[in-house]
């Protein structure tokens, strides 16, 4: 085996990704406090062509070189916008019928490999703050929250790691709803 130059990998510009039909994945941060983490969710949201980037609060915005150094681009292909309250936004985007959904551990939560995305819709994942998670308030709004399954003794994961995982998640299953085998 050998591996590919970045040439040969034959991805997108940025103006032809602007253009490309984005798969129904609207990403929310609450309150997040890392640049670096911000930076990472850009990447993973030009990797499964994202619609776009809520930044919520706290939530740095760019251009800034710290998310510009682990984004290596990423905000300029990626749509994004700046919210400076996530309650606020999440009531308007749920007025447009997206499925509201927090990454979070509570009562009720479903786990992610049980999470089964109905076609046609349009899901909002909200991710939360590194040490308080999504805010209280913010879950007691959405139609669902999803868990990611842990087996070892930390009670968390990195946001950007988090992002990774359930992005990589809900795109496989939208994939697989959209192109049935």
């Not at 309150?31 to 740095?60: E, H, M, P, W």
């Not at 915005?61 to 936004?89: F, N, R």
Request: hydrophobic content about 40%; charged content about 25%; overall charge negative.
């Amino acid at each position: 085996m050998r591996k590919l130059r970045n040439e040969e990998l034959e991805r997108l510009d940025v103006d032809t990704f602007k253009g490309v039909e984005k798969i129904p994945i609207v990403l929310v941060l609450d309150n997040i406090r890392s640049l670096n983490n911000i930076g990472s969710v850009f990447r993973t949201a030009d990797a499964f062509l994202i619609q776009k980037i809520y930044l919520c609060g706290i939530t740095a915005t760019p251009p800034h070189k710290d998310i510009h150094k682990t984004a290596l681009g990423a905000t300029e292909s990626v749509e994004w916008e700046y919210a400076p309250d996530t309650l606020e936004l999440i009531q308007e985007l749920k007025s447009e019928e997206k499925v509201i959904v927090a990454i979070e551990q509570a009562d009720g939560a479903v786990m992610l490999n049980d999470f089964r995305p109905k076609r046609g819709k349009t899901y909002v994942l909200i991710f939360g703050n590194e040490v308080r998670g999504v805010d209280q308030q913010v879950v007691s709004h959405c139609d669902e929250v999803l868990e990611i399954p842990q087996f070892g003794t930390k009670h968390s994961l990195n946001i950007s790691v988090s992002a990774g995982i359930v992005v990589w998640d809900v795109w496989g299953k939208l994939n697989a709803i959209k192109n049935p085998a």
